[in-house]
């Protein structure tokens, strides 16, 4: 049953929407960097930024495309780029399809920085 409201019920405002954040803020790409530079691995990267990991994984990315090298098998671990490659062949560059085949669940964003290595 609805209730109607009286006048001197206060209307709550609507939230403000949540700001999307810069996908790779320089600070944080920078910080990215550090800890990739100092050892940790993609996960470890995600627990100590507090970014999610498909996040980490594009942020790794784009520090590709800047010339930053990068130890993908110490990232990712060598067996889980060797399976995302191996699923890789012939998916004709089809991604999706790539983790389709994988018998894991990868991001995208993971999949790509194995497969652009």
């Known amino acids: 049953m609805f209730r109607r409201k009286k006048k001197e019920e206060a209307v709550e405002p609507t939230p403000e929407p949540p700001v999307a954040r810069d996908p790779a803020g320089s600070g944080e790409l920078e910080t990215?960097?550090?800890?990739?530079?100092?050892?940790?691995?993609?996960?470890?990267?995600?627990?100590?930024?507090?970014?999610?990991?498909?996040?980490?994984?594009?942020?790794?990315?784009?520090?590709?495309?800047?010339?930053?090298?990068?130890?993908?098998?110490?990232?990712?671990?060598?067996?889980?780029?060797?399976?995302?490659?191996?699923?890789?062949?012939?998916?004709?560059g089809d991604v999706a399809a790539v983790r389709r085949r994988l018998p894991f669940t990868a991001p995208l964003a993971e999949i790509r920085l194995a497969l652009e290595a």
């Open 32 to 92: 990215v960097w550090q800890l990739c530079a100092g050892g940790a691995t993609l996960a470890e990267i995600a627990d100590r930024t507090r970014i999610a990991p498909p996040d980490v994984a594009r942020r790794l990315c784009e520090l590709r495309r800047t010339g930053r090298n990068l130890d993908v098998g110490r990232l990712l671990g060598q067996a889980r780029v060797d399976a995302i490659r191996l699923a890789a062949r012939g998916a004709n």
